[in-house]
């Protein structure tokens, strides 16, 4: 089966920018779904972007959208996620999964391959 790995967190300070990658185990399936995910402690997981691998849409949840950006490079095996403007509220740890056909949702019990994620924290 498919793993995800991630990579790229940090701590920040408010206003500054992250890059997030998410790197398949074997070649991206064009069938899949692959989103970031964030949580923080004591809160629900949350959806912060999906990107369609077989067709590049993308959906944003609306806490992020305008400042983060999801893209894929299909021959390094990789999702990123760019995010710029950060702000306290941003501080999760972020997980990167993927689902197989469906919808293009922002909904955890969806997907069903997950990283170990990736700590980012921003500093006012």
């Known amino acids: 089966q498919v793993q995800l790995s991630e990579s790229g967190g940090g701590s920040v300070r408010a206003g500054g920018s992250l890059r997030l990658s998410c790197v398949w185990s074997e070649d991206i399936d064009i069938t899949y779904y692959t989103a970031w995910f964030r949580q923080a402690p004591g809160k629900e997981r949350e959806g912060v972007a999906v990107i369609d691998n077989g067709g590049d849409s993308t959906t944003y949840g609306t806490s992020v959208k305008g400042r983060f950006t999801i893209s894929q490079d299909i021959p390094q095996k990789t999702v990123y996620l760019r995010m710029n403007t950060l702000r306290p509220e941003d501080t999760a740890m972020y997980f990167c999964?993927?689902?197989?056909?469906?919808?293009?949702?922002?909904?955890?019990?969806?997907?069903?391959?997950w990283g170990r994620g990736t700590q980012v924290t921003v500093s006012p």
């Open positions: 999964a993927a689902k197989r056909f469906g919808n293009q949702v922002l909904t955890p019990r969806d997907y069903t391959i």
